[in-house]
C-alpha cells in the first residue's frame, strides 16, 4: 500500500471555527489532491499540488484553501466551516500525471459540521 | 451536468450472477480509470485503459473502453460476495486531473 495518512480521521466541529485537515506520504510523489466525496455526487475535487508551494483550485473550491511547504503534507483549510461542508474527504498522490500513473487514495476523514 | 454519467446507480444481485456497469460521456478522454472502494476506505485502481476499442481483463473482471474513447464498461462474470463496493470511473483529459462519475454501488448477496 502507498504511504498515505490522513489526520484526523474524524472531526466532528461547529459552524464558524477553522479547520485543517492533514495529508502526509511517504512515497516522495509530485502531485497531491484533495476530493471530497458526498452521496450523489461521487468524489469532486477541491484544490490539488503540482509541486512544493505550487498548488491550484479544483471544481469545488470555494470556502478551501490549501498549502504544501513540503514534499510529504498537503494541508487542507476551512477558513469558518459550514454544514455543506460536512463530507468525506480523501487525500490522493500520484508520481506523474495521472493519465499516465497510478493515483493512491488515502483513508478519508469524516468532517461533520454541526 | 455531470460530466461522466455511471449506470446504473445501484446494483443488487445474487452470487454467481454476471452484470455490466457503464460510464457514459459527451466527451473525448485520453484514458479512462476503474476504481473500487470499499466502506470506509479510500478508492483502489484497478484498471487505466487508453487506447480506443481497448479491452482488459483482470480474473473476472472485463473493462472495456469506446472506439470514440468517450465511454467504458467493466464487466463482472460470476459475481461473488466480496466484489461488493462502489465502482466508480474517472475520465482523464488534457489536464491530465480525473472526473469522476458518480459511481456505481454494488452488492453481490451469498
Known amino acids: 500500500d502507498a504511504g498515505i495518512t490522513q489526520s484526523p480521521r474524524h472531526k466532528v466541529t461547529e459552524t464558524g471555527t477553522p479547520v485543517t485537515l492533514r495529508c502526509h506520504q511517504t512515497?516522495?510523489?509530485?502531485?497531491m489532491y484533495w476530493y471530497r466525496q458526498d452521496p450523489g455526487h461521487g468524489l469532486r475535487l477541491i484544490h490539488y499540488?503540482?509541486?512544493?508551494?505550487?498548488?491550484d483550485k479544483g471544481e469545488v473550491s470555494d470556502g478551501y484553501s490549501v498549502s504544501r511547504s513540503k514534499t510529504e503534507d498537503f494541508l487542507l483549510t476551512l477558513e469558518s466551516a459550514t454544514s455543506s461542508q460536512t463530507s468525506v474527504y480523501f487525500c490522493?498522490?500520484?508520481?506523474?500525471?495521472?493519465?499516465?500513473?497510478?493515483?493512491?487514495f488515502g483513508p478519508g476523514t469524516r468532517l461533520t459540521v454541526l | 451536468t455531470q460530466l461522466l454519467e455511471q449506470s446504473p446507480q445501484f446494483l443488487s444481485i445474487q452470487e454467481g450472477e454476471n452484470l455490466t456497469v457503464y460510464c457514459n460521456s459527451s466527451s473525448v478522454f485520453s484514458s479512462l480509470q476503474w476504481y473500487r472502494q470499499e466502506p470506509g476506505e479510500g478508492p483502489v485502481l484497478l484498471v487505466t485503459v487508453v487506447t480506443g476499442g481497448e479491452v482488459k481483463k483482470l480474473k473476472r473482471l472485463t473493462f472495456q473502453f469506446g472506439d470514440a474513447r468517450k465511454d467504458s464498461s467493466l464487466h463482472i462474470t460470476a459475481a461473488q460476495p466480496g466484489d461488493t463496493g462502489l465502482y466508480l470511473c474517472a475520465g482523464v483529459r488534457g489536464s491530465y486531473i480525473p472526473t469522476f462519475g458518480r459511481g456505481t454501488s454494488l452488492i453481490v448477496h451469498p
Open positions: 490522493a498522490i500520484s508520481g506523474t500525471v495521472v493519465g499516465a500513473d497510478t493515483q493512491y
Open positions: 499540488s503540482y509541486g512544493v508551494k505550487d498548488t
Open positions: 512515497e516522495n510523489h509530485r502531485y
